[in-house]
């Protein structure tokens, strides 16, 4: 007598089920802990029905990566909604505050994206990139419209290297119209703002720093009086 199948469980939008069970792993035990085969346990279905959606571990990390930056994209898009374009400094600092709350309220989906690599995953740039550049791309804007009225400082006075020429006009290139020195401010912003993001997060601040919610609004408020100072 042969034995019974084994019983499966049908799950409803199971491409969906796949990466929200992932997601859970990786806050568990870390991105490079993730696999397939856990995840159809998880799931109480076949490992061939995890391989319909996704191939392989890394195709569902690539898929992961870029819900990841869409999300993030999104959250940033729709903090500026309410604000008139005329207000720069106000929509600098809602875009600063949902960066922070979006990476406070979805840690292992931001340190997957800007974090430790996982061991031998490369991610498709063709299929990345596009996505990642969104939520930088909000911030471009936000900075080229205060640019454009003359409410950005921008030190331009510091000429940059060829160096960093080239690498900017490549970008300006791929992206298209925007000034140098606003995208290089881009970059400058996005660095210190993801660099106290990463030691919250990451819980790198010393022990005396007790809250580091304030320790990063305060520096927002600085990059906005830096930039964007209400006396131009």
């Known amino acids: 007598m042969s034995p019974r199948p084994k019983r499966t469980t049908q799950v409803r939008n199971l491409q969906e089920a796949i990466k929200e069970t992932a997601w859970k792993q990786i806050a568990e035990f ?6 397939l085969r856990a995840i159809a346990r998880e799931l109480k ?40 374009e005329q207000d720069h400094a106000e929509r600098l600092r809602a ?15 931001y340190q997957l994206i800007f974090g430790t690599p ?11 990139m596009p996505v990642a550049a969104r939520s930088l791309a909000i911030l471009v804007g936000v900075l080229q419209s205060a640019h454009a009225v003359g409410k950005l400082r921008t030190d331009a006075a510091y000429e940059m290297s060829p160096q960093l020429k080239a690498m900017i006009g490549t970008w300006q290139q791929a992206r298209g119209p925007a000034d140098e020195q606003v995208l290089f401010l881009a970059l400058v912003i996005w660095g210190q703002v993801h660099g106290l993001v990463s030691a919250e997060i990451g819980h790198q601040f010393p022990p005396f720093i007790t809250d580091a919610d304030e320790v990063y609004f305060h520096a927002l408020e600085l990059l906005i009086a830096q930039y964007i100072p209400e006396a131009i």
């Open 45 to 84: 279905i076949t490992a061939p029905a995890i391989y319909n959606y996704f191939p392989n571990r890394d195709a569902l990390v690539t898929a992961l990566i870029v819900d990841a930056f869409a999300s993030l994209a999104d959250a940033q898009l729709e903090s500026l909604t309410a604000i008139p």
């Open 118 to 128: 996982i061991a031998g995953y490369i991610a498709p740039e063709e299929i990345t």
């Open 95 to 109: 875009l600063g505050c949902a960066y922070h709350s979006w990476a406070v309220a979805y840690p292992e989906r």
């Open 30 to 35: 870390g991105a490079a802990a993730l696999a």
